[in-house]
């Protein structure tokens, strides 16, 4: 399987769309509950643009299986060197590497803007992503302890931070 990794267009974000509602339904990788419109996500991916953070495509065959982008992390201007990231993959192709892919390129596409700290704020109960995390050098800085609810229950989010 031959993925390619490319910057998201305009023409991508009902394929965003697909992934990123599958993730609000059904996971705890995203703490909203209600389902995202067409309009919603089109105008989440024009402020990307506005403020020139990246959103990456992962496509194969002409099918986009998954994304990633970056963006503040805090609106504090000492915070202005540090970014959070996000990454979903399509429901059925988790596991093929294409998480990795999309990390790898916010990863190296954050270092060329010169930031110095990524962050990732991941359910504490998802040790794949933290496994998966830490692979690529991020360390846990700590647990927040019951900070979201979701599925009638409390959420600890692991905040993890790479050195960029």
Do not use: C
Request: no cysteine.
């Amino acid at each position: 399987m031959k993925i390619k990794i490319r910057k998201a267009t305009l023409s991508d974000v009902n394929s965003i769309l697909e992934i990123v509602n599958h993730a609000i339904a059904n996971t705890t990788a995203i703490y909203d509950y209600d389902l995202r419109t067409l309009e919603e996500q089109t105008e989440w991916f024009l402020l990307k643009e506005k403020n020139n953070f990246p959103v990456f495509i992962a496509e194969w065959n002409n099918e986009i299986l998954g994304f990633g982008t970056y963006d503040t992390f805090r609106t504090k201007m000492g915070y202005r060197f540090t970014v959070e990231h996000s990454i979903y993959v399509k429901e059925g192709f988790a596991g093929k590497g294409i998480g990795a892919l999309l990390l790898q390129k916010l990863i190296d596409t954050a270092k060329e803007e010169n930031y110095h700290i990524m962050i990732g704020v991941i359910d504490a109960s998802n040790e794949k992503s933290i496994r998966f995390h830490e692979k690529f050098g991020f360390e846990s800085r700590g647990i927040l302890k019951e900070v979201g609810f979701k599925f009638n229950r409390w959420l600890d989010a692991n905040l993890m931070q790479l050195k960029l």
